[in-house]
């Protein structure tokens, strides 16, 4: 089928585009005990994609209208952002199909497809995360620090529909590519919570001590159980396992704080690990030294990233980064390599740990709740439970394992990610047809 069999179309004219309703705040509740979820912008991010943040969870309390409430796999668009963020306009996302009842909020528009209209509510996902789709909004959008849409901009709309078949089969490829996107997620999940729940077990809770000291088996091989002690001892944390100690994170970790200031390599391709690329699914962005405004942090190979800002915000970066790649990162990061006998496993469980996480939370500074600082010394001066090195390297022997293969899913995703980025417009156009999608994706994927 050719491209001339496309046809010229207005999106007014297949979809409708439905305000929200204006929930109140006082209404809301945050506590998570299955009352209706309101959502907002903040359930959105950059690619798409519908992300349940438990820190923009709004629940509602009372009465609203049922219109109101949504249908699992409903697509909302944004209407409304900063300026500064004006990427996100009109960003899609679906609602998921879990069970819990979603309600439409105002600044975010809910796409009724018209009786009659020969379109693919899948097509049409992808069609709003096209750039030309959201070029027009934010050329046509009013407001000067916030932009606002409208259904009639959004409707104004005009590109080419290609028959309803190859609107499926098109969204079938894009979307198989996002599937397998979302189940490396679950799966990178899933390593990092087997590593964690280990570290937590020897490390937090001390079961295999606490096993040995009540006389029941450890549950561990016995080489492995030979190595904990059987009984406790006092120390300024409590009770820790005999012969352990309590030492500062310093001694654990080394502050590695070499910069680098991009603009001065224009023309080199940087690896960058910001604070909106961990928030946007822990994938650093490829930029020229150009793009980059400002002093960073160089980011070697083996190190983990401990942000200082808002650390009620839990951003703990376990990076990928290759001998041959030049990466750098925000200056609210910490550079931090592990000291030895301490692993690279050892130090991300430890700075995602429970007592840790309590600890770097009350060291804020700052008035402003958006700009809470922890200062690098008291970070490095916390006090942390220090086990003997055998033990340690009995962990990395069984963490370092899960969290290598969840690096290596990443590394995939951003693969796959960025296959899914070159193939949308290609297909949304028609510049690539459905036929030549496969042979793309295998050459990229080579």
């Not at 297949?14 to 309101?38: A, C, N």
């Not at 349940?52 to 509602?60: D, I, P």
Request: aromatic share 8%; net charge neutral.
């Amino acid at each position: 089928m050719a491209v001339s069999e496309w046809r010229p179309s207005r999106l007014g004219d297949l979809v409708e585009i439905k305000h929200g309703w204006p929930f109140k705040s006082e209404h809301f509740h945050e506590d998570l005990r299955g009352r209706p979820i309101v959502l907002s912008v903040g359930n959105f991010r950059y690619t798409g994609g519908f992300r349940l943040a438990e820190t923009s969870v709004k629940e509602y309390r009372d009465g609203y209208p049922k219109e109101y409430e949504l249908a699992p796999s409903d697509i909302l668009l944004i209407m409304t952002c900063q300026t500064a963020g004006g990427e996100i306009l009109g960003i899609p996302a679906r609602v998921p199909d879990d069970g819990r009842v979603y309600l439409h909020n105002q600044r975010l528009g809910k796409v009724l497809i018209r009786d009659g209209a020969d379109v693919d509510s899948g097509f049409l996902y992808w069609l709003f995360l096209w750039q030309d789709f959201n070029r027009e909004l934010v050329t046509s959008a009013s407001g000067t620090k916030i932009l606002h849409t409208a259904p009639s901009r959004i409707g104004a709309f005009r590109f080419e529909l290609p028959p309803k078949g190859e609107q499926r089969a098109i969204a079938h490829i894009l979307g198989t590519l996002d599937d397998k996107i979302d189940l490396n997620r679950r799966v990178n999940e899933t390593l990092e919570a087997m590593a964690r729940a280990l570290f937590r077990s020897w490390f937090v809770d001390f079961d295999p001590v606490r096993a040995k000291a009540e006389g029941r088996d450890p549950g561990l091989p016995k080489p492995l159980a030979d190595l904990f002690p059987d009984s406790f001892e006092d120390s300024a944390l409590g009770e820790i396992p005999k012969e352990w100690c309590v030492g500062r994170f310093g001694d654990v970790v080394e502050q590695l704080r070499d910069q680098e200031n991009p603009l001065s390599s224009p023309e080199a391709l940087f690896h960058h690990f910001s604070l909106p690329a961990f928030d946007e699914g822990q994938s650093p962005k490829a930029e020229y030294g150009e793009s980059i405004k400002s002093q960073k942090s160089r980011v070697p190979t083996g190190v983990v990233l401990l942000s200082k800002l808002n650390p009620e915000i839990e951003r703990v970066w376990l990076v990928d980064v290759r001998p041959s790649e030049r990466a750098v990162c925000s200056t609210e990061f910490l550079v931090l390599r592990a000291r030895s006998p301490f692993t690279r496993s050892f130090v991300y469980c430890l700075a995602r740990s429970p007592l840790f996480r309590q600890q770097i939370e009350g060291l804020v500074t700052g008035t402003s709740k958006s700009h809470q600082r922890a200062q690098v010394e008291s970070i490095l001066n916390l006090a942390v439970v220090v086990p003997t090195s055998s033990i340690v390297a009995a962990f990395d022997r069984s963490a370092d394992g899960l969290l290598v293969r969840s690096l290596a899913c990443r590394r995939e995703s951003r693969t796959l990610a960025a296959l899914r980025d070159a193939l949308l417009p290609k297909l949304i156009s028609g510049e690539l047809r459905v036929n030549d999608a496969e042979r793309f994706i295998s050459e990229g994927m080579a």
